[in-house]
């Protein structure tokens, strides 16, 4: 095995799952071979290239078309403005769990759902020295979300196209197809995603959106970059709660007049964990 390989199933976890057929997503992950073609030769039992059997969730209809339109959609975290207020992140959290009926759970808990969260720096970005750090990362957390990867490894592993990059480089998920098999979530090296181990309409009996689908127990979720509220020409719903601090900067990275490619410009970024290959659309101010 060699230590690309290794270092990827370390990352990743993905060893965890060597009984439901693993290796052979592994191979593809790292390979970045095809969509879909995970399972061709011998996966996991029952789900070649399978149509998903039960609809999940509350009437979710993302398109699953990638479509080149030029855009990539991407943000920019700005670690500072929430070292300077520790409170604005959490802020940020709830306003995205709060619109999209994320149940919320004990820190730690292993039923937990997290679409974003906060962090210690070593989580954030282990590739990154951390001896001697300033009081600022050792004292303060880092705000972390679905990447969106111009190089999904989730979006390869998944067998029914579950997940899969729309036409603006969000990587989405469509609850109806999603048949709970957890590859995706051993693909994915920043632990974005969350599996429904329980029903959440029983943990949150009242939606805190009801504009928004509740999912269903036995589903994969994740942040999608607010796509719905970017459809209605409005900010994700975190950085519309981080207001006018600067904190968090959304735009499409494909636009060079674009804000946030100002920012990127003006200001020296890392993303997390780049060698992987991932590219992350997801840019840090530290
Ligand atoms: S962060 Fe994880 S879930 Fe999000 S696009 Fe990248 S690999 Fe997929
Ligand atoms: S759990 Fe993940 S990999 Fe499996 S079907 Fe759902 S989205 Fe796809
Ligand atoms: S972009 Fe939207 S879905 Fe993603 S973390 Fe922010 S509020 Fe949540």
Known sequence: MDKNRRNFLKVAGISTLAG?????IVDRVISGKGEGEVFASGGAAGHHGAEPTEHHGEGNTESHKEEKTGTRYGMVIDTRQFNANPKLGVKCVDACHKMHNVPEFPK??????????????????????QQFKDKDTADNKVLVTCNHCENPPCVRACPTKATFKNKDGIVMMDFHRCIGCRFCMAACPYGARSFNW?????ILPT???????????????????????????????????????????????????????????????IQRKPSLGTNPSVFYIV
């Open 198 to 202: 329980l029903e959440p309409k029983t």
């Open 20 to 24: 439901l057929g693993a290796p052979a």
């Open 108 to 129: 730690g808990d292993k039923n937990e759902i997290k679409w974003i969260w906060l962090t210690n720096h070593e989580n954030a970005f282990p590739e990154h020295s």
């Open 207 to 269: 939606p805190t959106n009801p504009d928004y689908p509740r999912r269903m127990r036995g589903v994969v979720e994740k942040c999608n970059f607010c796509a719905d509220r970017l459809a209605l020409g409005e900010k994700p719903a975190c950085v519309a709660a981080a207001g006018h601090s600067g904190a968090m900067i959304f735009g499409d990275l494909n636009d060079p007049n674009s804000e946030i490619r100002k920012v990127l410009k003006e200001n020296f970024t």
